[in-house]
């Protein structure tokens, strides 16, 4: 849990959201997890882009870009571990 704005939390959302719009052409999706104190968010990768061998470059050139340009209190974004 963070102590961002809920306004954060959808601009996330809404960035997310775009990205899926990509992802979903290749039977994938990414989801938001957590946003951590430090500004570094967690997310996850759903049916292909969960075993692909490209889901680095895609979470670092496309989902991450995408968040990054959209969302001023996000930093990084990184893969959730569970």
Known sequence: MTDFAPEVVEK????LSESNRFLAIDHGSVEYVDLEHDGILRVRFH???????????TLRAGVE???LLKV???????????
Not at 12 to 15: E, G, S, Y
Not at 47 to 57: I, Q, Y
Request: glycine share 4%.
């Open 65 to 67: 870009r995408a968040v």
């Open 72 to 82: 001023a209190e996000v930093r990084r974004v990184e893969l959730a571990l569970n």
């Open 47 to 57: 049916g292909s882009c969960a075993v692909c061998p490209l889901r680095p470059m």
């Open 12 to 15: 996330i959302k809404d960035a």
